[in-house]
């Protein structure tokens, strides 16, 4: 009897070939599916949710937690204001609602218009290179003409000793969390942690921030970072400085011990949860990006040049995956992105540094800092301000923080502000917006601006400036 060879047929991968194909949507994949010519073919190709981190666990609900934080503390003080109101309590449960509600919407929302879209087709599942310009999702084989990457990034997991030994949160499992906690403990004194940290000690939640620096907000200048401490401990938050967390480990009742080093002492805080806020890693371990000829950092973060351009040829990068950090330069991002296509002269480089921290009262930060600004070797003149000088911040009874704007002496052009106070952040929008003038502070100073506003002090507040020493 012959022996007969059993023979397997395979079939290769479905081949989808499209113009443009998009890998996450983040912010500034939503400038693209808007700009893209409306005859070319778009693959759009998410593996999580639609709208990124801005939408999911970012913007949209930590902002809004900001707003019902805001309004407890407003009530909790109404009595300053001649308002008589009875005991103020925290309904959790409908605090989420409300935060998931508009979370929830903005990315159904965002998920219909490009299922809608006639020119693109979505594609769930996570991304590969299989090739340059090719990937694959699943069992389908995806090629474009460009590709873009805006895949966003995550929570960086600290290497600290017992950590898998005990339940802790990152933001986006903060965000999920049914009960408010009842001592948060959190690890990181940046951004993130700080808006963290006001919003849960408003909502009556005990609150405890360990910062490894000397400071929070380490990014700021010494002044700022002073007055936003001030700020989380006027409203209950204690703040930890130089405290390097070495172990943690359950606690009483299933909490956490958190362990940490200071001046070569050991401390200890005990929580109900803990936080961990300690930087962002770029979400490129997927993608498989040697098969694509895409260059790396160290970090993951992708080599991009002032086009957006990668080392691969039509493939760029956006957002926090190209060492962004905030949604509004992703969505600048895009727009560079479709100005190079049609030959454009945008330029990431030409781009004002400007951002906020949503703490109540916001930080708002156009251009350099003073620290930057003297590394620089510019010849620096500062002037400052304290908001309890501001009618407006008066009548508001909102007074915390104070207003720097810094000027080169040379140029006269404006170098940057930090304006820690009411309407700080949309303050910095205006600024921004002359700064990109490229004119002269003296043409600002004679700008009329409505009063009674926080903005109308800023063309004021330029006779009080002062040279700044560089060597103090």
């Not at 909502?203 to 001030?230: F, I, K, M, Q, W």
Request: negative net charge; charged residues 25%.
């Amino acid at each position: 009897m012959q022996n007969q060879r059993e023979t397997t047929t395979t079939t290769a991968p479905e081949v989808q070939v499209f113009d443009h194909v998009i890998v996450g949507v983040g912010q500034a994949a939503g400038v693209l599916l808007r700009g893209l010519p409306e005859h070319d073919s778009i693959a759009v190709i998410e593996g999580h949710y639609v709208g990124g981190s801005c939408v999911n666990y970012g913007c949209t609900p930590t902002k809004t937690l900001v707003a019902t934080a805001k309004v407890a503390h407003q009530a909790r003080r109404a009595h300053e204001y001649g308002v008589q109101t009875g005991p103020v309590r925290i309904d959790f449960a409908a605090v989420r609602e409300r935060m998931n509600a508009l979370r929830y919407d903005m990315r159904d929302s965002l998920a219909t218009s490009i299922e809608e879209q006639e020119n693109a087709t979505l594609f769930r599942g996570w991304a590969s290179f299989e090739a340059p310009r090719t990937l694959r999702v699943g069992d389908t084989i995806i090629r474009g003409e460009h590709v873009y990457l805006d895949v966003g990034s995550t929570a960086r997991t600290p290497d600290i000793e017992g950590l898998e030994r005990v339940a802790w949160l990152d933001n986006v499992r903060l965000l999920d969390l049914a009960d408010r906690p009842d001592h948060l403990v959190i690890v990181g004194g940046s951004y993130l942690g700080v808006e963290f940290a006001q919003i849960f000690v408003r909502l009556g939640s005990r609150v405890t921030l360990l910062t490894r620096g000397p400071r929070v907000a380490s990014r700021e200048d010494d002044d700022v970072a002073d007055a936003v401490r001030d700020v989380l401990e006027r409203d209950g938050v204690v703040v930890e400085t130089n405290a390097r967390v070495e172990r943690v480990g359950v606690g009483d009742g299933g909490g956490v011990d958190v362990y940490f080093e200071r001046d070569a002492a050991e401390g200890r805080v005990s929580g109900t949860h803990l936080l961990l806020a300690t930087g962002r890693v770029p979400n490129t371990e997927r993608l498989a990006l040697s098969a694509a000829g895409v260059d790396t950092y160290d970090d993951g973060a992708i080599v991009v040049d002032d086009l957006l351009r990668t080392s691969a040829e039509g493939v760029f990068a956006m957002g926090d995956v190209a060492g962004g950090a905030f949604t509004h330069t992703a969505v600048n991002d895009g727009e560079i992105v479709l100005d190079a296509l049609s030959g454009g002269p945008r330029r990431r480089s030409q781009r004002i540094p400007i951002y906020a921290m949503f703490t109540d009262p916001p930080l708002g930060r156009v251009g350099l800092s003073e620290s930057e600004a003297l590394a620089a070797g510019h010849r620096v003149e500062r002037a400052t301000l304290p908001m309890s000088s501001f009618v407006r911040a008066r009548e508001m009874g909102e007074t915390a923080g104070f207003a720097k704007l810094l000027v080169d002496a040379d140029t006269d052009m404006i170098l940057g502000a930090a304006v820690l106070g009411v309407h700080g952040d949309e303050v910095a929008n205006m600024l921004a917006a002359f700064m990109a003038t490229g004119r002269s502070w003296r043409t600002f100073r004679r700008t009329v601006l409505i009063h009674p506003t926080v903005g109308e002090m800023m063309p004021w507040l330029l006779d009080a400036l002062e040279a700044v020493d560089a060597n103090t």
